[in-house]
């Protein structure tokens, strides 16, 4: 199978549980709720159209995933510490590509994988951590993930208690809406307001970081 890649880039986790965490991001081309054009802003199945700040479209394609492993461990550096390889698998909707194939060639050459994902596919086998970030406008089709990450507000003031509702989860953080000038404090509030959830930033756009 091959792969429509956007881009591949080592850096530190910016948002999250792994916040901090040095990773090799591998981010596909496309997804499934919006085309990503900015000429297709507001249209799309899922309320990500109007906010979306991820460029997804275009991307060189991948021949095979032990080409693809390839390019990750050269982004990776021989240098680097071996035990730790961290690879975030990201889009768009990373979902409609990864496969078991890929992730069991990540695993063979230490990486600890990791997903992305608005929740909207099935998951292959062979991955050690699921982000799942619902956007509004599209049932969930995952059931469980590691971590529950919902951006608010999006569309409507819908409550991240409605998505956790929905998906079992081990840690559960809220996102401020990039844009939105009351977003941040109202995901404060809501943490506050409901202690089991934590607040995510986006420190690499703090630090100015890929």
């Not at 230490?110 to 970030?133: M, R």
Request: net charge negative.
């Amino acid at each position: 199978m091959s792969y429509k890649v956007k881009e591949i880039f080592y850096t530190l986790q910016g948002e999250g549980v792994h916040t901090g965490r040095a990773a090799v991001f591998v981010r596909f081309a496309g997804c499934n709720l919006w085309s990503g054009r900015e000429s297709d802003r507001g249209f799309g199945i899922g309320s990500c159209s109007s906010w979306c700040d991820t460029d997804f479209t275009g991307g060189d394609t991948v021949p095979t995933a032990l080409a693809l492993v390839g390019k990750a461990l050269d982004v990776w550096g021989n240098s680097t510490d071996s035990k730790n390889r961290f690879v975030v698998l990201t889009g768009g909707e990373p979902a409609l590509q990864v496969d078991s194939t890929l992730c069991a060639a990540l695993q063979a050459n230490g990486f600890y994988v990791s997903i992305e994902t608005n929740g909207t596919c099935d998951l292959p086998d062979g991955i050690d951590w699921i982000c799942c970030s619902p956007k509004t406008g599209r049932p969930l089709k995952l059931k469980g993930c590691d971590e529950l990450k919902v951006v608010y507000p999006q569309s409507t003031w819908l409550s991240p208690n409605d998505y956790a509702d929905q998906i079992s989860y081990i840690w559960k953080t809220v996102s401020p809406l990039d844009g939105h000038p009351n977003s941040l404090q109202a995901c404060v509030e809501f943490c506050k307001q409901n202690p089991g959830w934590r607040l995510s930033l986006q420190t690499h756009k703090i630090l100015g970081l890929a």
